[in-house]
């Protein structure tokens, strides 16, 4: 089976996320892709993280009714903060027979060499790699393993959700219903 890995913060989970997860598992050569709940990027502050099982919650009731999809917690029970390659090693090894697919927005390309063993990614793993607004597109010398994918381009972003919830703004639409409840339930990001 081959099975993109979407990482991400999912702080909230919304449509953007969503849009591009289901293309990526219904137009490439991936069976499914699963969204990797991660408890903290290295690149990222934690102050504004919500608890990584809340989050956790909102994506399995975002995907529950596509069986494109599917949802992990594996970082949860690894060293913080995760780095991709632990993760893609784990995975191996606990799913030897699949093989596993990093999907990267454009905009990480950058970064990229600056991961931890980000040449070992590029040895063991593909990496489709989907366009962002406003990124620059980079250059990898020799890469094979990249395959650029023209998934469409959805500007939302869960900074602007939690803004929006904060100054108790509509996120109609942005989210999927049961994810906008859950935040209403749990008074989230108020």
Same mark, same amino acid.
């Given at each position: 089976?081959?099975?993109? @890995?979407?990482? *991400? =913060?999912?702080?909230?989970?919304?449509?953007?996320?969503?849009?591009?997860?289901?293309?990526?598992?219904?137009?490439?050569?991936?069976?499914?892709?699963? @969204?990797?709940?991660?408890?903290?990027?290295?690149?990222?502050? =934690?102050?504004?993280?919500?608890?990584?099982?809340?989050?956790?919650?909102?994506?399995?009731?975002?995907?529950?009714?596509?069986?494109?999809? *599917?949802?992990?917690?594996?970082?949860?029970?690894?060293?913080?903060?995760?780095?991709?390659?632990?993760?893609?090693?784990?995975?191996?090894?606990?799913?030897?027979?699949?093989?596993?697919?990093?999907?990267? *927005?454009?905009?990480?390309?950058?970064?990229?060499?600056?991961?931890?063993?980000?040449?070992?990614?590029?040895?063991?793993?593909?990496?489709?790699?989907?366009?962002?607004? *406003?990124?620059?597109?980079?250059?990898?010398?020799?890469?094979?393993?990249?395959?650029?994918?023209?998934?469409?381009? @959805?500007?939302?972003?869960?900074?602007?959700?939690?803004? =929006?919830?904060?100054?108790?703004?509509?996120?109609?639409?942005?989210?999927?219903?049961?994810?906008?409840?859950?935040?209403?339930?749990?008074?989230?990001?108020?």
């Amino acid at each position: 089976m081959k099975v993109g @890995l979407l990482f *991400g =913060s999912f702080n909230p989970i919304h449509i953007g996320h969503l849009i591009l997860a289901n293309f990526m598992a219904t137009n490439t050569d991936l069976d499914t892709v699963w @969204l990797v709940v991660s408890p903290q990027n290295p690149f990222k502050p =934690s102050n504004t993280l919500l608890h990584e099982f809340d989050r956790l919650q909102m994506v399995t009731l975002a995907i529950e009714d596509n069986p494109n999809l *599917g949802v992990s917690n594996i970082e949860f029970s690894m060293p913080k903060p995760s780095y991709t390659i632990d993760t893609l090693t784990y995975l191996q090894e606990k799913y030897p027979s699949y093989e596993f697919v990093l999907i990267m *927005g454009e905009d990480n390309l950058p970064l990229f060499p600056k991961w931890k063993n980000a040449d070992r990614i590029m040895e063991y793993h593909q990496v489709y790699v989907y366009p962002r607004s *406003g990124s620059v597109t980079t250059e990898l010398p020799e890469m094979p393993n990249v395959r650029f994918v023209k998934a469409p381009i @959805l500007d939302i972003s869960a900074t602007f959700i939690r803004k =929006s919830i904060k100054e108790e703004k509509s996120i109609r639409y942005l989210v999927p219903e049961a994810v906008a409840e859950y935040i209403q339930v749990h008074k989230l990001y108020q």
